[in-house]
């Protein structure tokens, strides 16, 4: 790390009042996770009250959680977020993998061209496609599935894009004395590039699954039986819903949903704050 | 071990020519190096021997059978690269095995897990670990079996590339530069080791490198390359003392060969007879260090003042200068007394070590020297 | 280096100029097949679609739809929504792109001396990017309720008077860029702090021997400029987002209270999916990436100028 000016003295006026400012920004950052948790483990009448505490008198969570996950399937929409994220996630591995490696290190026809649609694809923001794909599964009768969740991000041109940066990093001369070695080469893809392109094999799925598993407005356009809610619709049908007066419940609900990905954060920060870092600065 | 017919191979870059019709006969079991300075396309030759670049006009024919066709892998050949190229997420065991896991098991057995278990694949596995274990011995690497690449030395990387090569018994070695990583006395030490390595698997080995002492000290022949196109295939011997091209004659030889610009008059009092020379006042003449001895400046048909004295220990190398821009290098005869700076000589060259060329630098045989 | 390091890449950069072996071309084709497909099938396709879209007067689920030239764009100049909701996306775009960039850029600064805690303070400013937007949102929303809410509750220490945050036409706009500034700083703070790690640590003990009197003439000398390229990028990506802002709006305000709120991907939602006027949202669409274009444009020009100032 480098540092800005002098090395740190520990105890300087700067150092306090930066740490003072850090502080107070953090405790704001921090003030609706720490409130949405607060809230989620007290009864009705410690919620709906001017006079303010953090932790509870009496303790509620058993109640509310409880109460979450009877309201509304709370665990069939974490399942249908798994499942969602998870196949979009292999999809758009084994089918941009591949491309990548063939867009960095292989001849053919066409290859400016595909670079071209993958770089126009990098421009547009799927938001922009929605009412086409929207007719176009409407038309196949594909809407309101599991299908309807995933296929618009079967491809990633941004994953295709970052892994072939990546394969370009990677010397000439390993392709080829895979070539010499016998292997095909979807074979080079797996055994050999893959394994070598771990750091941006983790990066990419950290940024897939992070996007996907908080996506709200795809879902919101694709599904409308709440058995295929994904987490983000699962609660805000929830608020909609007439449980959603109940504070403690609704924070309940609402913890449930952010946790997995939070916990994995907090799990593997450094993983992911660089993953991010990675996919952000290529 | 194979013979590898290189045929009327041209290649462009864009609109680059790289090569312009290479022919070269590579015979079964020979060492033949390609050498010539950076850019000249004989690492693109190579490529296209192995098959990873594919050449615009010409063949290539490995043991008698055209390979155009045939991918890299397909073609048996085996090639150790500049960057040795090690699968990084692989143990140096199993970056030797790779070869073989590749050519001997069949997809299914080569799967993960579940691969081991398959009939016939505990045999085929123990059979490939035998192979690496001899390899790996063989070069002095067992011990390092189980480490990544990424741990080890230069030195021990190259040997890792080597195995690779030799796991299997490869129609032919392609080399690419394979020590030009290594630091000085590395290099020395893996010439050797290179050249016997060729003695014990016989066979064919073409070697590219930009450094023709490592061409001169373990070919069998070297082609020199310059400007995509060979400027002479023989010995180290031949090449060095026999040069068709002053190109030849100047990169080959370490210190550089002597050149100076003659007139008739001057040409005539060295023993040439420039007048069967096209062009009599255009000649070039060319000398080795070792084909010239310092004497009396007096009645000398070249003398010079000795400008700067080069030690090497063994050797002294002479530095004249004389009315050439470039000073003339002399190696000290052991037996003459030792010059002092400043001092002037005269230079006595060997006629029959004497090589002519004209203006181009194409040389001329037949007024000088042995073809005289 | 020898010339095979110049001459591979060369090589390969030629792509298509002579035929390969028949087998090669098939297997790299074998390699893209899937992803050209794909990349044809669900986005170049439906980008021509929404365009063709957008000159025509379909409604999803209507048997029949003409063609009616440009009219569902000169719809939209002549509808104050539809500018309000241009408005409204530029006036949230620049309070969060200022305030996310400004912020992490203040933030990583103040990361880089900070020594132990550092890894701490960037976790927790990172967790609102991990962390369900729509699920935060709720959350915001429940701290901003007028009368049980945390924000009023706090300010109420400090004498401001209690306000209906989402509601009230004034302070709805802002509160959704706070929101946004909120979710996307962290962010911010990452890029730069992997910018600030990029600068070699000799420029600063160069800038210090060349006499640079503070820290701060340090930061104009040496941290700033090299910086550059990474805060052009923040600013656009950050912009890129903030123009896709949807998920706190569905959610909180619907564009409401009096179209405040309306934004450009909200407005094309409620058309498109709301009100079935498939060829407006269409429209809506075309506008929305030339808005993207422009950002982008905007972009590579400035990066072109960089590389041509040098």
């Known amino acids: ?282 | 071990m194979a013979r590898i017919e290189i045929d009327g191979i041209e290649k462009r870059f864009g609109r680059t020519p790289v090569l312009r019709g290479i022919d070269l006969d590579v015979a079964a079991g020979e060492f033949l190096s390609l050498v010539g300075p950076s850019g000249c396309g004989k690492s693109t030759l190579l490529r296209i021997v192995a098959g990873l670049t594919r050449e615009d006009r010409g063949a290539i024919r490995l043991a008698g059978e055209d390979v155009d066709h045939l991918a890299a892998r397909d073609r048996d050949l085996a090639m150790v690269f500049q960057n040795y190229a090690l699968y990084p997420h692989l143990t140096v065991a199993e970056n030797i095995a790779v070869p073989l896991v590749m050519r001997r098991l069949t997809t299914a057995q080569r799967l993960p897990l579940v691969g081991r278990h398959l009939s016939g694949s505990r045999a085929a596995h123990a059979a490939i670990a035998a192979d690496v274990a001899r390899v790996a011995e063989t070069l002095g690497i067992a011990a390092l079996a189980n480490r990544r690449p990424g741990e080890l030395s230069g030195g021990q990387r190259q040997r890792i590339a080597l195995g690779r090569a030799m796991v299997r018994r490869p129609k032919a070695f392609l080399m690419d530069e394979p020590l030009s990583n290594l630091d000085a006395k590395l290099r020395v030490e893996m010439r050797s080791e290179i050249a016997s390595l060729h003695r014990r698997l016989e066979t064919t080995f073409v070697y590219v490198t930009h450094d023709q002492a490592e061409a001169m000290t373990m070919s069998d022949r070297i082609a020199v390359m310059m400007d995509g196109a060979v400027l002479q295939v023989g010995t180290p011997d031949a090449v060095y003392a026999d040069p068709d091209d002053l190109r030849v004659a100047e990169f080959v030889g370490s210190p550089k060969i002597n050149v100076i610009t003659a007139d008739a008059a001057l040409a005539a009092a060295l023993g040439v007879d420039a007048t069967r020379a096209p062009d009599p006042d255009g000649l070039r003449l060319a000398f080795r260090t070792e084909a010239v001895r310092l004497v009396d400046p007096t009645g000398a048909a070249l003398a010079g003042r000795v400008v700067h004295l080069e030690n090497f220990g063994s050797d002294l190398m002479v530095h004249l200068a004389v009315a050439a821009a470039v000073p003339i290098v002399v190696r000290r005869d052991p037996h003459d007394p030792r010059p002092r700076i400043g001092e002037t000589w005269g230079l006595s060259i060997r006629p029959d070590r004497l090589l002519v060329f004209d203006a181009a630098g194409r040389r001329l045989r037949s007024v000088v020297g042995r073809g005289a | ?310």
């Open chain 1, 1 to 282: 790390m480098t540092r800005i000016g002098l090395p740190a003295r520990r105890f300087s006026v700067g150092a306090i009042a930066r740490d003072a400012v850090l502080l107070a920004l953090a405790v704001v950052t921090l003030a609706p996770f720490v409130w949405m948790v607060s809230t989620s483990l007290k009864a009705p009448d410690e919620i709906l009250t001017t006079d303010l505490h953090l932790w509870p008198r009496r303790l509620a969570a058993s109640e509310n959680y409880a109460h979450a996950f009877a309201a509304v399937p709370l665990g069939r929409y974490l399942l249908n977020g798994v499942i969602v994220t998870a196949t979009i996630l292999a999809l758009q591995l084994a089918i941009a993998v591949p491309a990548a490696f063939a867009l960095a290190k292989s001849e053919f026809r066409g290859r400016r061209l595909l670079f071209g649609a993958v770089l126009l694809g990098l421009l547009v923001p799927y938001h922009a496609i929605a009412v086409p794909l929207f007719v176009g599964l409407h038309a196949l009768g594909l809407l309101d599935t599991y299908a309807a969740l995933v296929t618009p991000f079967a491809i990633s041109v941004f994953g295709i894009f970052l892994m072939r940066q990546f394969f370009l990093s990677l010397p000439d001369d390993l392709v080829d004395a895979a070539r010499m070695d016998g292997m095909s080469e979807l074979a080079i893809v797996w055994r050999v590039m893959v394994p070598a392109a771990g750091p941006a094999i983790s990066a990419f799925a950290i940024f897939s699954v992070v996007a996907h598993w908080n996506d709200y407005f795809w879902p919101l356009i694709a599904v409308s039986s709440d058995t295929l809610f994904t987490p983000p619709l699962g609660v805000v049908a929830f608020r909609n819903d007439d449980a959603g007066t109940n504070y403690g419940v609704l924070m309940a609900a609402a913890t449930v949903i952010v946790t997995p990905l939070v916990a994995a954060f907090l799990l593997a920060q450094r993983r992911f704050v660089e993953g991010i870092a990675f996919t952000g600065v290529k």
């Open chain 3, 1 to 310: 280096m020898t010339e095979m390091s110049v001459s591979a890449p060369a090589d390969r950069s030629i792509a298509g100029e002579r035929p390969r072996r028949p087998h090669e071309e098939r297997a790299a084709w074998g390699l893209v097949g899937p992803a050209a497909t794909l990349i044809g099938l669900i986005l170049v396709v439906p980008l021509i679609v929404v365009v063709a879209l957008s000159l025509t007067d379909y409604q999803l689920g209507a048997k029949a739809w003409r063609f009616v030239g440009f009219a569902n764009y000169a719809d939209l100049a002549g509808d104050p929504v539809f500018w309000r909701s241009i408005a409204n996306t530029a006036l949230y775009a620049v309070a969060v792109v200022a305030g996310s960039t400004g912020l992490g850029l203040a933030v990583a600064l103040a990361l880089q001396g900070s020594g132990a805690l550092a890894p701490v303070w960037r976790t927790i400013f990172f967790l609102p990017v991990m962390a369900s937007l729509v699920a935060m949102a709720i959350v915001w929303e429940f701290m901003l309720h007028p009368t049980f809410g945390l924000v009023n509750a706090v300010l109420g220490l400090v004498g401001v008077a209690p306000m209906n945050w989402l509601q009230n036409g004034a302070t709805a706009l802002p509160a959704l860029a706070v929101i946004g500034v909120w979710q996307q700083f962290g962010f911010a703070m990452v890029l730069f702090l992997a910018g600030l790690s990029g600068i070699p640590t000799s420029l600063y003990d160069a800038a210090e021997m060349d006499g640079a009197p503070s820290a701060w003439a340090r930061f104009r000398l040496v941290t700033w400029p090299l910086l550059a390229p990474v805060t052009l990028f923040v600013v656009v990506i950050s912009t890129i987002r903030s123009f896709q802002v949807f998920d706190t709006v569905h959610a909180l305000t619907k564009g409401g209270p009096n179209k405040v709120t309306e934004v450009l991907l909200y407005t094309m939602y409620a058309e498109g999916f709301e009100f079935f006027r498939t060829g407006r949202a269409a429209a809506i669409a075309v506008v929305f990436v030339a808005a993207m274009l422009v950002v982008t444009l905007t972009k590579v020009l400035l990066v072109e100028k960089r590389i041509h100032a040098r």
